[in-house]
C-alpha cells in the first residue's frame, strides 16, 4: 500500500524566510504532483514532476523530485503573505496521464508579516 | 464558468437519508473521480472513472456508490449517509486522450456535507 508523508504539517513562517516542504513516499513511482489549497477552495495545480531529478520553478516555489530517494520537495524562497495555503503533494503510480492518486496529508503554510 | 462544477455546494442532512452530489464538467476529459477530504488526512479517493462504461473502486468506497451517466457528468450517492461521511467531497477530471499528455487532475469547488 501506497503512503505518502507530508512533513511538517504546520508552518509559520515570516516573511522573507526561506523554508522547504518535505514529501515521502512508500512505493516507487516516477510521476508526482504539487497542488495548493487556499481555505475553503478547490485544489490547484502548481507542479508535475514526472522524472527523476525534475525540477520545476514558478515564482517563489520550486520543486524537485528524487525517486530513488522516493522523496520530492517544494521550497519557499522568500516567502510573502499570499503563500499562505495548504500543499499538498500526490503520488500517481500509473503510467500515462494523472489516475489514481494518492495524497499526502498536507502541509499548512501560514506566512506572516 | 467553472470548468468542473459540482451541486450543492452545500448540504445538511440527516442520518439514513440518501444524498446525491452531482459533477459536470465541460472539460472534454474522459477520467472523473470522487475523493473525500477530512481534516489532517488529505484527500482519498472513493471513486474513479476513465470512461462511461469504466467505474472503479477506490480506497474507501464502502457507503458509497457513482453512475457515469455520460463522459461529462459524474455522480456519487450515499445510500444511508451516517455521520463520519461529514467531510468535504471533490470532484476531480483528467485527461488521457491527449497525446502525450501527463496532465494533473482538476477539481470542482467542492461539496461540503453534513450529517447530523
Known amino acids: 500500500e501506497l503512503k505518502v508523508e507530508q512533513n511538517p504539517l504546520f508552518l509559520s513562517m515570516q516573511e522573507g524566510k526561506n523554508y522547504t516542504i518535505y514529501c515521502n513516499y512508500s512505493t516507487t513511482s516516477d510521476r508526482l504532483y504539487w497542488y495548493r489549497q487556499d481555505p475553503g477552495k478547490s485544489l490547484e495545480s502548481l507542479f508535475v514532476?514526472?522524472?527523476?531529478?525534475a525540477v520545476k520553478q514558478e515564482g517563489r516555489l520550486m520543486a524537485s523530485l528524487d525517486t530513488k530517494a522516493r522523496l520530492s520537495t517544494l521550497h519557499i524562497t522568500a516567502a510573502v503573505h499570499d503563500l499562505s495555503a495548504t500543499y499538498f503533494c500526490a503520488v500517481d503510480l500509473s503510467s500515462g496521464t494523472a489516475s489514481k492518486l494518492t495524497f499526502g496529508t498536507g502541509t499548512r503554510l501560514q506566512v506572516t508579516l | 464558468d467553472a470548468d468542473v462544477t459540482q451541486t450543492p455546494r452545500n448540504r445538511i442532512t440527516k442520518t439514513g437519508k440518501r444524498i446525491m452530489l452531482e459533477c459536470s464538467q465541460t472539460?472534454?476529459?474522459?477520467?472523473m473521480y470522487w475523493y473525500r477530504q477530512d481534516p489532517g488526512l488529505g484527500l482519498r479517493l472513493i471513486y474513479y472513472s476513465f470512461d462511461v462504461k469504466d467505474i472503479n473502486k477506490g480506497e474507501i468506497s464502502d457507503g458509497y456508490s457513482v453512475s457515469r451517466q455520460a463522459q461529462a457528468k459524474f455522480s456519487l450517492s450515499l445510500e444511508s449517509a451516517i455521520p463520519n461521511q461529514t467531510a468535504l467531497y471533490f470532484c476531480?477530471?483528467?485527461?488521457?486522450?491527449?497525446?502525450?499528455?501527463?496532465?494533473?487532475?482538476?477539481f470542482g469547488d467542492g461539496t461540503r456535507l453534513s450529517i447530523l
Open positions: 514532476l514526472l522524472s527523476n531529478g
Open positions: 476531480a477530471t483528467s485527461d488521457s486522450l491527449r497525446q502525450g499528455s501527463n496532465q494533473p487532475q482538476h
Open positions: 472539460k472534454g476529459h474522459d477520467r
